[in-house]
């Protein structure tokens, strides 16, 4: 087997469900709305924000656009964060990061409503994913590794799991994810001694590790599941993941690409977060 775990397919089921719920939330004058907080410019945000209007669009989700401008003072920017946690319209709540230096993560981190946090932002959300309470928030992108093993019925279950990477975006919520689904879980790191031998050694491998085709085929164990989560961009432009596409081809026995993986279902996770958030809190 070498199967190439897509993330179309996934994307496509989520939004066909996701489309269920907005018809009969409008059925109750309940219309999902997700609002989208950016600081500045930036062109991979743009990108990003573009592609979620777009899909939140397709599924019936109303989007609301708070564009801040770069140098914004963290006074202002908390001020506009509020607003969003007080309108009643609003259900979900994105920031974009990172964010300019001069503004504090941590202070904003604790500012956001967590029952409107849909990323994980929220030290609240953190908790309920530690404690594996269903009524918190997970991050998009591991939650969306996730979803593709789920479609694609990659059994989980007493298998090893190693997640490369520890950031809390991605690499820490991830195995936590897998715990959940009874996999026995190793974090490793740039740092981890003998790198290629714990790696190797895993039936799923998840690849966060931020760094272009850091994974070669010695990193990998025949016949594994492997997810790469990286985005980066080569010397002629080119996006690439943390995995080396053509020798995970001649070892995995299953793999998401890049582009067309992970990050063609985060965006209908994401959705699927401002839903959750909508009901709980219209009960």
Known sequence: MNELLKGKPVADAIVEALKNDTTVLESKDIIPCLALIRVGEKSDDIAYERGIVKRCDD????????????????????????????????????????????????????????????????????????????????????????????????????????????SMVVGKPAALLLLQENATVTVAHSRTKELEKITAGADILIAAIGRSEFVREAHIKEGAVVADVGINVDEEGNMTGDVHQDEAKSKAGAFTPVPGGVGSVTTAVLAKQVIKACKMQHK
Not at 113 to 139: I, R
């Open 59 to 166: 599924i019936g989700i109303k989007t609301k656009k708070v564009e801040l401008a770069e140098n914004i003072t963290q006074e202002a920017f908390l001020s506009a964060l509020k607003e969003v946690n007080e309108d009643s319209l609003v259900h979900g709540i994105l920031i974009f990061r990172p964010l300019p230096k001069q503004l504090d993560e941590k202070v904003i981190e604790v500012s956001i409503a967590p029952g409107k946090d849909v990323d994980c932002l929220h030290p609240e959300n953190t908790a309920k994913l530690l404690t594996g309470d269903e009524s918190g928030f997970v991050p998009c992108t591991p939650m969306a590794v996730m979803e593709i093993f789920k479609h694609y019925q990659i059994p989980l279950e007493g298998k090893n799991a190693v997640v490369l990477g520890r």
